[in-house]
Structures are given as C-alpha cells and as structure tokens.
C-alpha cells in the first residue's frame, strides 16, 4: 500500500526508543523524513544511527518537550533539517506504578504538563504551516488508561484522558482545514516502559506479588481479551497509517490499539 508519506517531513516525540522509535522506523521505510526528539543526547544519537543505517532520513533534537518555547524550537529544527513539518507525533511520554493514594500532588500536574500543555504547545506551533500548504497530520499517543483510568496509574490516567480531549478539540477545529487530529489509545506494550530494569513490569510484579517477571508478564497480559501484551510495532503501524494520505477521512478518533482492553464500543 502507497501511503503517500515519500518526502513528508515528519516530528515525533520519545522517538528514542520503544513506541516512537519504531513509529520512526515506519515512517522512514515510507519514505519520510523524520525528525527524531528525546531528552537523552546519547540515546537519540544511538537510535538515529540506526534509523539511518537502515537507510532513513533521520535528524535529531535534543529537547524535553515540557521545557519553555519547546514547540518552536521543534519547528525551526524541522526547517532546518528538512525546510517544513508536515507530520507531527506527539509521542512522548511515562508512567509510575501505584495505588491513587500514593500519587503526589506535583506528579498529577507533570503528567498534566507532559500529556496536556507539551502537545497543546507542540500542536500550536506546527499547524500554521500546515494550515499555509493544506495538509497536516497530527497523531497523540494517549492510553487505554485514558479512556477507562487505571487505578495503579492515576496521575498518567488524567493526563492521558486530558489528551484525548485536547485532541478531539483540534481535530474539529481544523479537519475541514487539510489537518487530521487523532489520537491512539495503546494497552499495555512491551516497550522500554514496561520492560527495563526497575520499569512498569517490575513494579506491578512488587505490587501483585507474582513470583517471576513472566507471570507478571502473562498477568498484565492476560486481563486483555486478546491474552497478551502489545509489541511496540504493533502499536506504530496505526500511528504510522493515522499520520499518512490514506487516513484522509478519519479526524477526532480516539483510536484503541489495545488488545480489546476497554470495554465500550469508541
Ligand atoms: N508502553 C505502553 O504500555 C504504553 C501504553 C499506552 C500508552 N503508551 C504511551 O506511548 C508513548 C510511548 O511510550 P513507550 O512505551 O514507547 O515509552 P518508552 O519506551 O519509555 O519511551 C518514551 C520516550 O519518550 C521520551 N521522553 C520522555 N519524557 C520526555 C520529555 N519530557 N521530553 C522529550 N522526550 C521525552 C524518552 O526519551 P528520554 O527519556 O531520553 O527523553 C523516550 O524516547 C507514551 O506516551 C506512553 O504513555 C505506552
């Protein structure tokens, strides 16, 4: 399928690793260009290596998207590296695992910051040249949990559904325009998140008792209907096609990716 993304410049946040890494990967072997954006400059470097040795067009910016004037810094070094930004993925992103009563004041406003006001300014800063050549695309990885909120993960539960709706009100806002907004609303993905040392999946191991890191595994995976968890390529082939020309009549979805998790048909 030609889904008309050759030469398309395109940004995505958390692009060094799990999710947004492998969403890079896909829109490179579509022929965009990708403007790669995390926090670590070592990792970054790493990974677009990589992306380039499998023959991407890859860039990088070193940035944490909460930081002030982060939305016009992305967009000078979308110019800079490519001359425009068509694409823009807003993917990055954390969570911690505990019970509600656990979650500080200050890790609801984070969340709130980095899910809400990044992508808010990130969005604002990239529609007007959208808007100047008619076409955009606008992709926010959101959750399950913002749909149907975890209770082991309340603070990254708001600021998820919080996306959704900031998602949904751009999307009206400017689809009759050339630009579709959408969100994605993975389930559990077996990405760094879940899987490094000290992640959501040794956390939720201390909390359920489970005895190995497999059966907390099979745990986490087993409460969807589909049994298992999700691989990050899963999970970027929807966010890749949501960003490309096929997705020309879909605006405002809060599209669920995750294994059947959320019990309501949207
Ligand atoms: N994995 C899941 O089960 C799952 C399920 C539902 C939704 N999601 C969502 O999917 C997205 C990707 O998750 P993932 O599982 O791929 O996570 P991951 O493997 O931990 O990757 C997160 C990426 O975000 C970057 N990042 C984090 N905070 C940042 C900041 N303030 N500024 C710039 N970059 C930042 C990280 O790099 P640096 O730390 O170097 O900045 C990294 O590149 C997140 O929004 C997550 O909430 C994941």
């Known amino acids: 399928m030609n889904l008309g993304l050759e030469n398309r410049v395109c940004a995505v946040t958390g692009a060094s690793g799990g999710i947004g890494f492998e969403v890079t990967r896909q829109l490179c072997s579509a022929g965009a ?57 807003n993917n990055a992103g954390t969570a911690k695992w505990r019970d509600l009563e656990e979650a500080p004041e200050e890790d609801f406003r984070d969340q709130f910051e980095l899910s809400a006001m990044a992508p808010l300014n990130l969005m ?33 539960s708001v600021g998820k559904a919080a996306m959704l709706s900031l998602s949904k009100l751009f999307a009206d806002e400017y689809a009759e325009r050339g630009i579709m907004v959408n969100a994605v609303c993975p389930g559990p993905t ?24 497999e059966a907390a595994r099979q745990t986490v995976g087993g409460k969807r209907p589909i049994g298992r968890m999700a691989t990050p390529e899963e999970i970027a082939s929807v966010i890749t096609f949501l960003c490309s020309d096929r997705a020309s009549f879909v605006s405002g979805a809060a599209w669920s990716v995750d294994g059947g998790s959320v019990p309501v048909i949207l």
Request: proline share 4%.
């Open 33 to 89: 260009k990708v403007l790669m954006i995390s926090r670590d400059p070592e990792q970054l470097a790493a990974m677009s290596e990589v992306a380039r040795a499998e023959g991407g067009q890859a860039g990088v910016l070193v940035i944490d998207i909460t930081s002030d004037h982060a939305g016009e810094h992305v967009i000078a070094a979308a110019k800079q590296e490519f001359g425009q930004l068509d694409v823009l993925v």
């Open 124 to 156: 604002r800063a990239a529609i007007p040249g959208m808007l100047d050549r008619g076409w955009g695309r606008i992709v926010n990885v959101s959750s399950s949990a913002g749909k149907r909120p975890s209770s082991k993960m309340p603070d990254y």
């Open 190 to 213: 077996g990405s760094e998140l879940w899987l490094e040392p000290g992640g959501l999946l040794d956390q939720s191991k201390e909390h359920s008792g489970a005895n190995t890191r």
